[in-house]
């Protein structure tokens, strides 16, 4: 195999390659500068701001916005707790369930699988609608203020499983087959033939299941009045929400606003924005070999 | 992916499909049709009767069992920590009168508006809730049943609510002929004013009294930008720029559409010279660079202001004559002048208002407690205030008097705090930092000498031309940031074609709506 370095150093790049390489680095430019730009704000004081804008590097770098926010850690800390929590255990619980709803409806030799398959797929066309939802959640299950509620309704979705369905299919039926011949159990095929084999899947799976869990808000919108269950990206809408709020004609039309109230800065909310999206970040590369591998499900692989 | 199927499957699939889609529309029907027997448009039926036929009954046999009873309303501050202190307080005195508990649900304002509308949705059990013209609509409310009518129980355990709110208001939030809400006490038409920023006023002099208008500012502002480098004449933002830029004599009706209160026509609000003319000035400072150049893109306020960056700013809501409101709230020193009083309108009554919940198990209670609020200052001004000696600090009297004066914890300090008019009575507030009694006072007298708009009373009912609000109110949002801040190029060309996209958008069907309700409303009041 030749080395792929030197052909590059030896052979000039065809102007196609080049145009679409160049094209691609916009657009991770275009993807990157706006976090650049959260970042060097966050670092900024707020007469910095009003008075040149925002930027990315900050002419006079100051910790001021992060002290804000982590003046009163208690709440930062316990929605972190609550994010981790909930990402942790939904993911863990939600790929089970996936993954085994999935492998059902994979299996050819399955009675019930056309009918099983088809009514995880009328979830992705018809849904009740949020206030059916609610009512299922507070008044028939009375989940309100609870973690539970912060996890349900985002265990199983039909999308996940037809994509997981996709990938155990391509399983070759005469791997279980053999393996049943040798004796093996359902339960011993699918906890060491099946699941070792769709590792990429499952990694791409727990991906997007961690994604979920962790930007979601609108659960704890919905469900939640306790401080004590908020998550944290509950949190930055929170501090967005108010600003706008006493930013309202009717905040300043009825006098609203008191003096001394405390109104989240700019940095402050650059700041928390960074502490929300934070671990995300550092946990995505580390996904990111599977992910690339786990997405090509269904296309011939070399 | 794709595999074979045999016949079979297929047919099944098939005939599955159409039993499940037939179910569902069947389902959905029923649900449509249970919506509309549940809730007729406008008139909501009570959940229980009202009135008992106990005429007789005294309070003490009326409050002999203990309930508990709860109350929604938006987080007034977000750090609100000392709730369980406050409420054990406040249910002291509610248990002794009323053998009661009151427990506030606050709800920050990130997730208030959806959260009220599920709740109601889902029916959920509640006693009181805020409401006003705009948050947690109470149309809306009333609309969908929401609301318990509150006339009997105002008769019979009112009283001292009958006595404060002033007369004028009940016909603001009366809707089919009963009254759904009961408005609070609070400035009904408060003063918009133009705010400078003192040290620039002496330094040139400026005789900021004598500003009438906006065209009025240009002199001061022309000094500011030929003289100060480093500063900004004029505040405009995506959603707010200088005061007076509203026309005071023109009453709102639905966005775009105004009452005449001079001739008493409704008329699209871009048509009025006044009105043109107005946001013609602000491009034409816009032009001139007495405007930031990116503010259409700023939507912070408040924020801008307090960073003493401007010249010339719009009120932080009221108007002082020696500046203090401002001067507090933006925390520099300014001057004010007033650049006018808007008249009062059934919206500036119901900027907030307390409504029994039509799923209340308690209503009755629920009155009581109103009025208890309404008669009690000493409740009143735990509820608004806090704890003494953790949210507040007696600075002369007790707070058994009648009219102590305290100062209340403000900035990062503050754990506590509702606003007095969210509650009802803000004119029983003890004198403080929040509002001096000198200060309600004059709120007070500025209601009293207020004019009330022609059409006090008439609620305009949005439901025939729901989609057209959308559509109009979908090109205003766009339109809105560079029409306030005056940053368009050819403003002829912008504001002409602003009106014609209006009108694409159903402005004028919404006029005729509007005329037509105001017609059936005015035949009905005179």
Redesign the interface.
């Known amino acids: 195999m030749k080395d792929y370095a030197t052909t590059l150093a030896r052979k000039p790049l065809p102007v196609g390659k080049l145009i679409i390489h160049l094209i691609f680095i916009a657009l991770c430019a275009a993807c990157v500068f706006p976090f650049l730009v959260i970042i060097g704000t966050s670092f900024q004081s707020?007469?910095d701001i009003?008075?040149f804008?925002y930027s990315i590097l900050p002419k006079n770098f100051t910790w001021d916005a992060y002290r804000v926010i982590l003046?009163?850690p208690k709440t930062l800390l316990q929605s972190y707790f609550v994010t981790i929590a909930t990402t942790v255990v939904g993911s863990i619980v939600g790929m089970w369930v996936t993954t085994t709803y999935a492998y059902a409806i994979s299996r050819k030799d399955y009675r019930f699988r056309?009918?099983l398959a088809?009514f995880i797929f009328?979830t992705m066309l018809?849904h009740g609608g949020?206030?059916p939802s609610?009512?299922l959640m507070?008044?028939w299950l009375g989940l309100k203020n609870t973690a539970l509620a912060l996890i349900l309704p985002y265990l199983i979705s039909g999308w996940f499983v037809m994509l997981m369905k996709?990938f155990l299919?391509t399983i070759p039926e005469a791997v279980i087959e053999s393996a049943k011949i040798d004796g093996a159990g359902e339960l011993r095929i699918f906890a060491q033939i099946v699941l070792p084999i769709s590792k990429p899947a499952l990694a791409t799976l727990g991906l997007f299941f961690a994604l979920q869990y962790w930007n979601d808000w609108w659960l704890?919108?919905?469900y939640v009045?306790n401080d004590n269950l908020m998550k944290l990206q509950?949190l930055l809408?929170?501090?967005?929400?108010?600003?706008?709020?006493?930013?309202?004609?009717?905040?300043?039309?009825?006098?609203?606003?008191?003096?001394?109230?405390?109104?989240p800065?700019?940095s402050a909310r650059m700041a928390m924005c960074i502490l929300a999206a934070g671990p995300m970040l550092l946990v995505f590369p580390l996904f990111q070999k599977y992910f690339v591998q786990g997405l090509t499900v269904?296309s011939v692989k070399g | 992916?794709i595999r074979a199927k045999t016949k079979e499957?297929k047919k099944?699939?098939l005939s599955?499909?159409a039993a499940?889609l037939a179910a569902?529309f069947i389902v959905s029907g029923c649900n449509s049709k249970e919506n509309a027997a549940s809730s007729p448009s406008g008139s909501p039926e009570p959940s229980q009767p009202a009135s008992q036929a106990s005429q007789t009954a005294s309070p003490e046999s009326e409050t002999k069992d203990f309930v508990k009873l709860s109350w929604y309303m938006p987080k007034?501050?977000?750090?609100m920590k000392d709730q369980d202190a406050v409420e054990a307080e406040a249910n002291k005195i509610i248990k002794e009168k009323l053998n009661a508990e009151l427990h506030l649900?606050?709800?920050?304002?990130?997730?208030w508006e959806?959260?009220m509308k599920?709740i109601s949705?889902?029916g959920?059990p509640y006693d009181l809730v805020f409401t006003?013209f705009?948050?947690n609509r109470i149309s809306d409310n009333v609309q969908k049943g929401a609301l318990l009518p509150l006339d009997d129980l105002l008769q019979k355990y009112g009283q001292n609510i009958l006595a404060k709110v002033d007369p004028r208001a009940w016909k603001a939030v009366t809707y089919n002929g009963k009254i759904m809400a009961i408005p609070a006490q609070?400035?009904y038409s408060?003063a918009g004013a133009h705010v400078f920023k003192k040290d620039l006023v002496e330094k040139y002099q400026f005789d900021y009294k004598n500003v009438k208008s906006i065209q009025d500012l240009e002199p001061f502002l022309a000094e500011i930008k030929k003289n100060e480098p480093d500063m900004i004449p004029l505040l405009a933002?995506a959603?707010?720029t200088a005061s007076g830029i509203t026309l005071y004599d023109y009453t709102t009706i639905s966005p775009g559409i105004s009452y005449s209160e001079q001739d008493g026509k409704i008329v699209k609000i871009l048509d009025v010279a006044q009105n043109k003319a107005n946001y013609q000035t602000i491009n034409d400072f816009y032009k001139k660079g007495y405007i930031a150049k990116?503010a259409a893109i700023k939507?912070?306020?408040?924020?801008?202001a307090?960073?003493g960056?401007y010249a010339v700013m719009?009120?932080?809501?009221?108007y002082t004559e020696d500046g203090s409101?401002s001067t507090?709230?933006y925390g520099f020193p300014t001057v004010e002048t007033l650049s006018g009083y808007p008249t009062i309108s059934t919206n500036?009554m119901t900027?907030?208002a307390s409504a029994i919940s039509a799923t209340s198990k308690n209503p009755e209670r629920a009155m009581m407690l109103l009025n208890l609020i309404w008669g009690d200052k000493y409740l009143l001004n735990t509820l608004a205030y806090g704890v003494e000696g953790k949210n507040y600090t007696v600075k002369s009297g007790t707070a058994q008097d009648a009219n102590p004066t305290i100062e209340a914890t403000?900035?990062?300090e503050?754990t506590w705090?509702i606003?007095h008019n969210w509650l009802g009575p803000l004119w029983d507030q003890w004198d403080s930092?929040?509002n001096s009694t000198a200060a309600l006072e004059a709120m007070k007298k500025n209601n009293d000498n207020g004019k009330a708009s022609g059409i006090l009373g008439f609620i305009f009912n949005p439901e025939p031309v729901k989609n057209e609000i959308a559509q109009v109110s979908a090109v205003q949002k766009e339109a809105n940031p560079i029409l306030t801040t005056g940053s368009m190029p050819d403003f002829e060309k912008y504001y002409t074609d602003l009106q014609k996209r209006l009108d694409d958008a159903g402005m004028d069907k919404i006029l005729a709506e509007a005329q037509k309700q105001f017609d059936a409303w005015k035949a009905g009041n005179s």
């Open positions: 707020e007469n009003v008075r804008g003046h009163a056309s009918f088809f009328f018809f949020m206030v609610y009512i507070v008044k996709g299919q704890t919108l919905l009045e509950y809408i929170r501090v967005l929400k108010n600003m706008e709020y006493l930013n309202s004609a009717e905040a300043i039309e009825y006098g609203l606003v008191k003096p001394g109230m405390l109104v800065s700019l269904g | 992916m499957s099944w699939l599955g499909t499940m569902m007034p501050i977000d750090n649900n606050l709800i920050d304002n990130a997730g959806d959260k599920l949705a889902a959920e006003t705009a948050s609070t400035p408060p933002t959603n707010g990116d939507t912070d306020y408040l924020a801008e307090k960073s960056k719009r009120d932080s809501g009221g409101k507090a709230t500036s900027s907030a403000s900035g990062s503050q705090a606003w930092n929040w």
